[in-house]
């Protein structure tokens, strides 16, 4: 999805599926440090529904799920959130889309 078209918060609710929103900003460190593995895994679950957005201050997507720290990921099945992940080690990546993608 393209930066300027993000969703809104209740296009997310109504999303089907399996969905990774991915908080973040290009300039962060810990974002671009993790952007391999979250391709790879992305790659590895086709299943999955990624977005990437832009967060930063006052954006109320971010604020309405409370990120605080990038990269957030935040794994949902069909809109409901299912778990929140901040900062993660590649380790903890895998472990939540392999949970999201068996339930």
Do not use: Y
Not at 61 to 85: E, H
């Amino acid at each position: 999805m393209n930066h300027n078209a993000q969703p809104t918060r209740t296009d997310i609710d109504r999303m089907p599926g399996l969905v990774v929103l991915e908080f973040g900003a290009d300039w962060c460190g810990h974002c671009i440090a993790l952007r391999p593995h979250v391709d790879e895994l992305l790659a590895e679950f086709p299943q999955v529904r990624h977005i990437d957005i832009q967060d930063g201050k006052g954006k109320p997507l971010g604020r309405s799920f409370r990120v605080k720290l990038w990269p957030t990921l935040i794994f949902l099945r069909d809109g409901q959130i299912m778990r929140l992940i901040v900062r993660p080690s590649p380790a903890e990546t895998r472990t939540a889309f392999e949970e999201l993608a068996a339930i």
